[in-house]
Nanobody
Framework: QVQLVESGGGLVQPGGSLRLSCAVSGFRLDYRPIGWFRQAPGKEVEGVSCITGSDDGAHYADSVKGRFTISRDKDKNMVYLQMNSLKPEDSAVYFC??????????WGQGTQVTVSS
């Protein structure tokens, strides 16, 4: 059974940093695409980042380019999202997604990120 468990969210001041983690179980990450989505109250779901392929090519939403970095540890079966220079508009629930899918059946339960002074 595939299971994704996100962690690492919290309250941070603007300009601060957080590192989100996603623990994957039920399959080996290896080179399977995996990524992050986010959803803020009253807003549409936004694809944040996706890591794909044997070269771990990374893709980012324009809104986070240069500030966020996605990575994975195949040995630990973990995916990470390093978020720097956080802005209030980054506040949302962040979800880890198998295959970078928009189907919420492939998501974890999410972790809340709040950027506020």
């Amino acid at each position: 059974q595939v299971q994704l468990v996100e962690s690492g969210g919290g309250l941070v001041q603007p300009g601060g940093s957080l590192r989100l983690s996603c623990a994957v179980s039920g399959f080996r990450l290896d080179y399977r695409p995996i990524g992050w989505f986010r959803q803020a109250p009253g807003k549409e779901v936004e694809g944040v980042s996706c890591i794909t392929g044997s070269d771990d090519g990374a893709h980012y939403a324009d809104s986070v380019k240069g500030r966020f970095t996605i990575s994975r540890d195949k040995d630990k079966n973990m995916v990470y999202l390093q978020m720097n220079s956080l802005k209030p508009e980054d506040s949302a629930v962040y979800f880890c997604s198998v295959d970078c899918s928009t189907n919420k059946d492939y998501w974890g339960q999410g972790t809340q990120v709040t950027v506020s002074s």
